[in-house]
């Protein structure tokens, strides 16, 4: 029973796990990234959408300055970077287009908030990178972009 089992679980397809990986991981990051800005929310769980031009919220320097710290970049560039990087690689990632070089980016901010800022945050951030460890390797699946392309030009 126990290799019956076994059996039935190893029939789960890489694209199906690469999928729910994509929507899940695509969700934290994106709203991280909304909770930065105003004037643009896109929620397609919820239905609620604002199209408008985004700017930093007023609360988000101040974070950056006090709470995150980071060395070496300035709390304002760091905290535009960021936010741009919080939409435009999740946005990539859900439609699965250059979904491993996304996932690298996330990987390496991922890696940047649990060694600088929240480093007692480990079993949030190793879930998110497990996640995004798994897109680097095996690819965004056959629902994607990628998989497209890859087809089409291959």
């Keep these: 029973m126990l290799q019956t089992f076994i059996r039935l679980c190893s029939r789960i397809p890489d694209s199906l796990i690469a999928f729910v990986g994509r929507f899940s991981i695509a969700a934290v990051f994106w709203k991280s990234g909304q909770t930065k800005v105003e004037g643009f929310v896109i929620d397609i769980v919820s239905g ?40 435009l690689f999740p946005a990539l990632i859900l439609l699965g287009l250059a979904t491993r070089l996304s996932a690298f980016a996330l990987l390496g901010m991922t890696m940047t908030i649990q060694l600088l800022v929240y480093p007692g945050a480990y079993p949030t951030h190793g879930t998110w990178a497990a996640v995004l460890l798994f897109l680097i390797a095996h690819g965004p699946g056959k629902l994607s972009i990628d998989h497209w392309i890859a087809r089409r030009f291959a």
């Design 48 to 87: 609620d959408i604002q199209l408008g031009w985004p700017r930093l919220s007023d609360s988000v320097i101040p974070l950056f300055k006090e709470e995150y710290k980071l060395p070496l970049v300035p709390p304002e560039l760091a905290a535009t970077m960021a936010t741009f990087a919080e939409h």
